[in-house]
């Protein structure tokens, strides 16, 4: 397998350690740049010390990127220290694919930057998911300041858009809520089954969601022992829930007229470092069973090799520190609703795992390259 | 204040230790009698040590209470120790009130040894909460020994049925997560608000509510950095809140004709100690707006001192160790829904604390007596 | 009992609103002011939301005091808010006792502004514990102010000095390690057991002891699912656990002329909200029995309520929440090694509930007056 | 690299579960066989679901390697199922390398039962390390029923002992505590910088320690929020620590004529899952100082790629998951002890990714094969 020179920029968070440790494993990639504008010069062992000896490696500043790209003839050194004017460097101005592990806001400052370059970008950030500017704007209170990007961009869930991702220069990784929510929910409406009436989302998610800057919500005491609702009615990735399901709905199997009625969605803060349980309600059109939902379920997800179809609830332990995603499905004849139920490790399948995954299906490499993490538990 | 004398049958489990708590301190009542019959002849220090120096009273048999009530002068030493032939026993035969802190199935069977003795009774477990006994069969799996004790039965949830508790000669102490749930929902189904098509209740409880037993649900292992759902469309406590909302919407201020539609009501297990939060989705016959709601609830729970209205989602914490239930109720204009959020210490306003009060209301006490606890955080 | 007038300055911490906790149910004070700097003229319950409607008095400045004290008729008004020009206010300036939670540094500023007052102080800070300000100085790294204060203050623990206690105008209330440490360890140096070579103290404590400001030091995802020493040689309460120890051995009912060897102290941070583990090592002048030293700690601690002395090494949760001290003594004849342990709550014992046991045996009161909680298990 | 094969006896607890994560994906075996009495012909994802999909094969009976070895043609057939009749199945007679992760006590019946078979043993349990039946039977209250054994034992730190490894029979696995203990004291004996006076050891260990049996000891609300000692001066690993001490200062490079002082050894239980943190206190015969300690810790692990030696105390989290362990030394000027702090994950350095290591080694492989796990944090 020849190597890809892949780059993370923004390495001091949560998702970029993580990246960088499913990364730092992958046969396929070299990981020829780290990233970080407030620790540069820094080793990324220094920021993250349960490194040290395994990533060693001196952050540099995204400028470097750009400088490569001018044609300067940027290269890092040995020891990983990068030298613009020496001669001996490694060069970097072949990189071939770029990890935005970015805030939203600042990411599509980034992707701008890099408009025309021969990279491909993976952007963790809600900037290029929402398809226009206007639904942009109107989520995240925020002027667009790049709606050529949307072009580019395809929705970063290999399940439902693998094909696009293949071809695209841009790949918008999804949110964590909306990766749990949309593998529990895409089979029951791109079969058409689900047509009308509510569409409840109940979220739970590990405190890591919140990143990795200290504050009152995420102060152990705060958390510990705890837990509470957030964000109701106004949660961005509401939004992104339900334009991809609209959008599944459009182009599934059946094609739906009435679409989507609106998501409910609800997230809440586990106390537990890693982890999203979600769990859905919705009514199909037609009574049906747990049984036939299972069997609609496997076939949906047959070639899907991080879905797992389960028989009991799963718990988020069952997915820690891997790229699964568990789903259970079954149907309440008493109430005649639906209830899913995911489970994902909102890090690796939420975040860095499909970046990952991205990444591979963007280089046409089996998706499972460098992901074939065994959970970890307890 | 006349101190009445109580006995508490059933004391190794955590609603037993947890009610000793708040009765040991409890201004109006003498703690008469504990029991456990596998642990008869053990100080209640040496099943709770945290009680060492504190509560030393020694266990006894339920049988006491039996040979009481047929005449024979059982009296307690001033050691604990219970001597039925001796003569400078404390008499236990006029005990004034009986906590049964037992499982379901075995407390009906006291509930019927006990039948036309003076003492009054808080029942603890579902023996009697459902009203009929084919209800209780249905969702048990389990045949009634003492369908004569549904005549006798109020439930106890004091927010609600004060007047009936007052007099009863047995309460039937609500469930766990029937009580966050219906101190969440009784506001909006008492005033005709809703009608009808969802209402999804979505809980969240701490390990307590699974019992002091060890088993491989309650590892540390299992839960700790976890969480899922179990109990999926087939709970208990879903036929409790039904049947109660039903009584409610009948008998509201404004009765509605429809009824109450399916409950949906999926438990899902928290890694915390103590407390249950409650997320649950109904939708008004008419749209309204967050700050009606929050005027309907503040008065609905004008009078009542441990209901909480709060102005953002409240956390279990806030609550922890004390009687209080917090609500937080909001409207959502998008989806037309109504979102309300409580939450309570399981142990306490979900279990022995509520006992309390329930007691308090049956001797006509301020409810609030012995039960000043000040939630404890962090 | 008649009412004492009590004020807390510094209620936005963790000590703070644990004091209020206990003061707001002590049956001889009255609470008659809370102050914060930061937050004045907010509720005490918008800074603490679990106090609402229990304790929504409104956070004045320290400043009060102070004008109070200048013969300025400062009053309260009901509704908790200060009007220094209205007529119709509460006077403070009769205060009885002041509790400041303060940090170390800042509190000696408060000291030295409330010399000549007519109020007694309970310190929580580290200012006026080590006797001398050469000791201070040299293990705060930080120039003493108030050198006067040190002629003033008692040592708080009431376990040893209750005499000096009772008459003293300012109490240093001990760090939370050292309440633990001292009350494990003081029954050996005050009967002279030991002499020399080793004492190793190794504690463990919960994260509050870190304060309520969000850092790294206690961000969830840094102490969930982990444990880690800190401080190692350089924590300031060894200094205050070595001096006491003196003064124990000095004066003890066999006076050492050997003195103390140097303590060896190393703090660890535990995933858990209260609580301090304590696991001393030292070694008898000669071989002595379990038995032994358990008798020698009943007797030392015959008299003392708080003090529970155990058949089985204590857990932080037998005391959570409660003023309880337990330990539990054992004597290794393979090692030659006496074994201590103790567990209190931090944040009741080891601060908050001690200071109030300060206030009562100052006031001459019995010392459990208001402090009568029962640990909290689960 | 030619794949040899491996067999897993006893896979229902957490080292049956942890050694089949690092095995499944190591590149240099075949899991050829996993075992279990009690869940025989189970799928070893029935056991632990969380392998779904990753490792379903089926569990079969230990009593298969005793007929393998007996000539019978055993094979197991691609479905998993043994068929002792059959001629499609595949051989497992050649099993190169058996993995006991019994308790002890069973373990020695099964290295007996396999005495003169070709496959080598890597034993879990404590049956085979301390060198002679006496030591064993005192401190395990246990006949040892095949004392023949210990000659063919080497004590499987491949730190100190890789030679002895890399050709004996069978290796027993350390314990967990001891493997944290040793790494972080045999610097200074094996120097023979230390001899005389105290050795404190005084351990954190998680839950996972104490098996998967649910029992009052692994109870969640037993554990969560909650921290105590145990064993204490009765500890099975207290004799083991003490006897590998010996043998380092006696064979170190400056042998010791004092030998080593008995080890006072306290384990505590830690609200996690995984992971031991052990802190030592031990003094030299002469000052030193931090830097000189850290130089002589560099200077002894130079060559091992597992130990990495910290600038600052470790914490848990720092090791997780990996097979790494982390050491802080420094040297107190005032009290004249080193203190030494190690860090690693119970289950992994502690127990399974050891015994792979030793499985490494026995087969001349390079020492970090298939074990190069990057620490999972947060």
């Known amino acids: 397998m020849e ?28 990981l020829a740049m780290i990233t970080s504008e407030s620790r540069t010069g820094e080793k990324f062992s220094d920021v ?23 044609g300067a003839n940027v290269r890092v050194t040995s020891d990983g220290k990068s030298d613009t004017a020496g001669n001996s460097r490694e060069t970097i101005e072949d990189v071939d694919l770029v990890f935005l592990a970015l805030p939203h806001g600042v990411s599509m400052d980034y992707v701008k930057r890099f408009a025309g370059r021969s990279f491909r970008i993976v ?25 050529e990007g949307f072009g580019d961009a395809a929705y970063g869930l290999p399940e439902l ?27 029951l409406f791109a079969s058409g089954l689900i047509t009308g009436e509510h569409v ?5 998610t590990g405190v890591t969601g ?44 059946k094609p739906s007229q009435k679409g989507v009625s609106p998501v409910q969605f609800t997230p809440h803060l586990l106390p537990v470092d890693r982890g999203i349980l979600t769990t859905a309600y919705v009514r199909p059109d037609e009574p049906t069973t747990a049984s036939a939902l ?17 028989d009991a609830p799963p718990s988020i332990k069952d997915v820690r520190a891997s790229n699964y995603c568990n789903i259970y499905v079954d149907f309440d004849e008493r109430t005649g ?19 990952v995954q991205n990444m591979n299906v963007m280089f046409g490499w089996d998706e499972t390259t460098g992901l074939a993490h065994i959970p970890l538990q307890p």
């Open 161 to 187: 858009y693998s094909e696009r991702i293949h071809l695209a220069p841009l790949v918008a990784n999804p949110g964590c809520f909306p990766t749990g929510a949309l593998l529990a929910l895409t089979p």
């Open 3 to 30: 190597k890809k020179k892949v780059a993370v920029v923004g390495a001091t968070g949560y998702t970029g350690s993580e990246i960088v440790r499913i990364l730092a494993q992958h046969p396929g990639v070299e």
């Open 294 to 310: 299972q069997d609609l379920y496997r076939r949906f997800y047959r070639d899907k090799p991080f879905v797992r179809i389960c």
């Open 200 to 204: 409840i989302i109940d979220s739970k």
């Open 337 to 355: 609703n639906v209830v899913v139920i995911s489970a994902i490790d909102n890090l690796v399948k939420g975040a860095a795992g499909l970046a």
């Open 210 to 253: 919140a990143g990795v800057k200290a504050s009152a919500t995420n102060m152990f005491s705060n958390v510990h022992d705890n837990f509470k609702a957030y964000g109701i009615k106004t949660h961005r990735h509401t939004i992104e829930i339900q334009k991809i399901l609209e959008d599944v709905a459009r182009n599934g199997e």
């Open 123 to 147: 952007d963790f950030s809600g900037d290029f998911r929402l398809g226009t500017p206007d639904v942009y704007e109107a989520w995240y209170s925020k002027k667009h300041i790049y709606p």
């Open 48 to 70: 993250h010390p349960f490194f040290q000896g395994i990533v060693d490696k001196v952050l540099q500043s995204a400028a470097e990127l750009d400088r490569a790209a001018s």
